[in-house]
């Protein structure tokens, strides 16, 4: 593993080559001898194109590289990531907006991002504090590669930034058990935004207060509890997905 505290470490073909395509800056590549396949030849070619250096290992070298991750072969070095400004996303035509208050599990993280870049979403909005640090190698590699696509951006105050997002015309829907309607009651075709709370307890009190809707999911057996964090993100935003779609086809 990196010494570098800067420094994030990258382990697997799909995530890799993503990191490649999206313009990550990568420092270093290492790839272990005897690895071969269409996309090590294209993680190689991306080094070579812009000038990353990279070196074959053994694969002693390479998990202790990985630190235990499936590495599939090859692992990069990647420099501190940037993380995109939050009011130009307000700014966007239609926008369609994820906040995450407080998520804690790289894998839900990776999940949702990667949700929501399927469904279209334009960006996902997570505090600094509160919950997972950032989009990690594991956030990253959880995604699929759509932590690299789809615009993250941390902001100080996540009610803050839900009373500027509604101010800019986006209309706020809180996803909670408690929810007073149902989530296909909410007209998700214009200016929307959903926010995702933690795992377990759920949206803070002043997040929820930040929000025009809370809804929840309805479940034909409620004794099953309630839905995993990115799985009920899932559900709500192909929902979200499914109505604007039905907005904009042809008559």
């Known amino acids: 593993m990196s010494n570098n505290p800067e420094e994030e470490v990258l382990a697997g073909r799909r995530s890799?080559?993503?990191?490649?395509?999206?313009?990550?800056?990568?420092?270093?590549?290492?790839?272990?001898?005897?690895?071969?396949?269409?996309?090590?030849?294209?993680?190689?070619?991306?080094?070579?194109?812009?000038?990353?250096?990279?070196?074959?290992?053994?694969?002693?070298?390479?998990?202790r590289a990985a630190g235990g991750v499936k590495h599939q072969g090859v692992v990069a070095m990647l420099a501190a990531r940037a993380?995109?400004?939050f009011r130009p996303l307000l700014q966007q035509p239609n926008p369609f907006l994820v906040f995450l208050d407080g998520?804690?599990?790289?894998?839900?993280?990776?999940?949702?991002?990667?949700?929501?870049?399927?469904?279209?979403?334009?960006?996902?909005?997570?505090?600094?504090?509160?919950?997972?640090?950032?989009?990690t190698a594991a956030v990253s590699r959880a995604s699929a590669g759509a932590a690299d696509r789809l615009p993250v951006s941390r902001v100080g105050n996540l009610r803050r930034a839900l009373d500027e997002a509604r101010d800019a015309g986006i209309w706020i829907t809180g996803l909670a058990p408690e929810g007073d309607r149902e989530v296909s009651e909410i007209d998700?075709?214009?200016?929307?935004?959903?926010?995702?709370?933690?795992?377990?307890?759920?949206?803070?009190?002043l997040v929820k207060e930040g929000c025009d809707f809370v809804a929840r999911l309805p479940m034909a057996r409620p004794e099953a509890g309630s839905f995993n964090a990115s799985v009920a993100a899932g559900i709500v935003l192909?929902?979200?997905?499914?109505?604007?779609?039905?907005?904009?086809?042809?008559?």
């Open 238 to 251: 192909y929902e979200m997905f499914r109505q604007r779609q039905v907005a904009v086809a042809p008559q």
């Open 188 to 205: 998700f075709r214009g200016n929307v935004g959903l926010v995702i709370g933690a795992e377990g307890t759920g949206l803070r009190r």
């Open 16 to 63: 890799i080559l993503a990191a490649f395509e999206t313009g990550q800056p990568i420092r270093r590549l290492l790839v272990a001898r005897g690895s071969h396949g269409e996309a090590i030849d294209a993680i190689v070619e991306h080094a070579r194109t812009v000038g990353v250096p990279f070196d074959l290992v053994d694969r002693v070298a390479i998990e």
């Open 103 to 135: 998520i804690q599990d790289p894998h839900n993280l990776g999940a949702i991002i990667r949700s929501a870049h399927a469904v279209g979403a334009n960006g996902i909005i997570m505090p600094q504090r509160g919950g997972i640090s950032g989009v």
């Open 83 to 85: 993380y995109a400004e």
